[in-house]
């Protein structure tokens, strides 16, 4: 099944913009890799400057296989200035239940 990273990160005040440009602009340090299934950033409707980035992988060992690349290291050095914190929670999907198709 499938494994997940789960991300957060509080931005600096004022940088937000700044941060979803240059995470866009490098997001294909993630997307390239072959075991990557894709990646998703999210803003905080409840916590100022707070973002969520999900990505989903093939299986862990692979992931972590990215994780200490020089790719992501480059990767996160680019996001690395206007985060004040961050934190990161693993799991691996035990179900899926996919929604309807809008009409």
């Known amino acids: 099944m499938t494994f997940r ?3 957060r990160m509080q931005i600096r005040p004022g940088l937000e913009r700044d941060f ?3 995470w866009l602009d490098v997001g294909h340090a ?4 072959p075991a990557n299934l894709g990646q998703w950033l999210a803003r ?5 400057g707070v973002y ?3 990505s989903d992988w093939l299986d862990e060992p692979r992931f972590r296989e990215f994780e ?4 992501h290291r480059e990767h996160r050095a680019k ?3 206007y985060r004040s914190s961050g934190s990161m929670i693993t799991m ?4 899926a239940l996919p929604g309807q198709e809008p009409s």
């Not at 993630?30 to 890799?33: A, E, G, L, P, Q």
């Not at 905080?44 to 100022?48: C, D, F, L, Q």
């Open 79 to 81: 996001l690395h200035p």
């Open 52 to 54: 969520f980035v999900i």
């Open 68 to 71: 200490r690349s020089p790719a």
């Open 30 to 33: 993630v997307t390239s890799h």
């Open 5 to 7: 990273v789960f991300l």
């Open 92 to 95: 691996r999907l035990v179900h």
């Open 44 to 48: 905080s409707g409840e916590e100022e």
């Open 20 to 22: 979803e440009r240059t």
